[in-house]
């Protein structure tokens, strides 16, 4: 069962989940969300242990619902940049700056955080299933990246992103070694820059 607090007392605190990391393309996302007192919902899991159906159903609740809630983005070439953990990061301070009230605990899914001057954080190995937050965060970060996705599969049609969403399944492997990497891959991911040539200038 989901905790739904990390301390009991009156500080406001705020759930934090990326979703994308282990992708070949596309952004990294993260969400923020706080959860008002005793809100639940039967569904309410890791986002991964969801179908995409019902994350799609429980993202309109939860942004209905939340006290506040924001996703943070990473590009592709901020990714390339910086690396993954720290897009990572950003991504999630992103988010939580974009909050439209000031949380004064952050409970981080992981075991490592960058932190932000002046607010407590808390990191928690698989947080998204012990806490509601973090799983209402990894429901919107990995809801709002499928969405982008989704778009950049109209655009990009080589690679069959709207089935893999940018992850590393042979399908898309397939395609990079046929047709080479787009504007939106990772190119400094193994998979990516072993990829010889590019249609794409």
């Known amino acids: 069962m989901l905790q739904a607090r990390l301390i009991e007392d009156e500080r406001i605190e705020c759930g934090c989940d990326e979703a994308g990391r282990g992708c070949l393309a596309g952004p990294v996302f993260a969400a923020a969300v706080v959860l008002p007192e005793g ?5 309410l899991n ?5 179908s995409e159906h019902r994350r ?4 309109p609740i939860i942004e209905a619902e939340a006290l506040a809630w924001a996703v943070g983005v990473c590009t592709a070439e901020e990714i390339d940049r910086i690396n993954i ?3 990572s990061h950003l991504a999630m301070r992103r988010a939580v700056e974009a909050l439209s ?3 004064e605990r952050l ?3 992981g075991n490592r955080f960058t932190p932000i001057e002046g607010l407590e954080h808390h990191c928690i190995v698989k947080g998204d ?11 919107l970060a990995k809801t709002h990246r499928d969405e982008y996705m989704q778009t950049m599969a109209v655009r990009y049609p080589l690679y069959g992103w709207e089935r893999n969403k940018g992850y590393p399944t042979p399908e898309h492997k397939v395609a990079l070694r ?10 400094t991911f193994a998979d990516v820059s072993h990829s010889i040539h590019s249609l794409f200038p």
Request: without cysteine; glycine residues 2%; charged residues 30%.
């Open 129 to 139: 299933a012990k806490f509601r937050a973090i799983a209402a965060a990894s429901i």
């Open 101 to 103: 009230l000031r949380p």
């Open 39 to 43: 809100f639940e919902h039967p569904w």
């Open 56 to 59: 799609r159903e429980l993202r």
């Open 46 to 50: 890791d986002s991964k242990q969801l």
């Open 178 to 187: 046929i047709h080479g990497a787009s504007p939106e891959h990772r190119i």
């Open 85 to 87: 953990l720290k897009a």
């Open 107 to 109: 409970l981080i899914d």
